[in-house]
């Protein structure tokens, strides 16, 4: 039976209101009890690896954009003195500063979109983002980043995931399960972060910033298929808004699609997290 916490999820998002406004506005909130938990972890290796390349100490300060439940910036936290990060959505923001206060690191919270901070705040020397890059409004890039980063700074792209060279036998019939739940027009948005992160690059560029390093750490780890279950969740394109009073059969189907690559209802994933630094 689908646990209390995800029933009470989807019922504020699956009855009335404009379905269009929900998708747009607030595509993650419904995920957001979820995202931390369930995504693709970042590793603590991962953060020891970008920390030691990029020579990180106290004395540097980070702003992360978009930072959902604040993954990024907690992960980057023991190694720099100052954190900032960044979200609309308040239902993240909230997840965000519960993670903060359980690991008493200090960071500093600000509700909204990247593109609207304030003049006053910044600059950074280190600029990290995840997930979050293909919502961005692309015809701010320039000047954005030329006001956040500070000489001499960087912008770290962020984003962890299965491996896909065949170290996860079970991916493929994963992803059909996605997208056979999914909506089709979200879906569809599949790739936006690519091709945004290619459109950024060139805009950076062209202001004297250098692709400086790419940056592959991999790991394995153990999860259950239960989780794995919960983790389509997490995508805007099959949340709990998208699905209303479908989630329990979607987790029945993706747990059944799993089980025949699962021990013991646990499967190993091959994880790749990926850091691409752009210096300014």
Known sequence: MLAPMLIALYASFSTGGDRDEELVMGRFASTAELYAQFRPPYPAEFFRTVARKLKLTKQHSLIDLGTGPGLLALGFAPHVGAVTAVDPEPAMLAAARAAVAR???????????????????????????GRALHWMDRAVFGPLFTRLIAPGG??????SSSARDHSNPWL?????????WSDEMLWSQRGKGEETQRELVAVLERLGFSVADVIRVKTTHEVSISDLAQRVLTFSSSSPAVLGDRV?????????RLLPFSRDGRITETLVSTADVIRR
């Open 154 to 159: 960087a912008l770290v792209i962020c984003g």
């Open 172 to 180: 493929d019939s994963y992803d059909s399960a996605r997208r056979a």
């Open 248 to 256: 329990d059969a979607l987790l029945a189907d993706v747990e059944a």
């Open 103 to 129: 690991s008493g690191y200090e960071v500093r919270l600000i509700e909204g979109r990247a593109e609207d901070l304030a003049s006053d705040i910044g600059p950074f020397d280190l600029v990290t983002i």
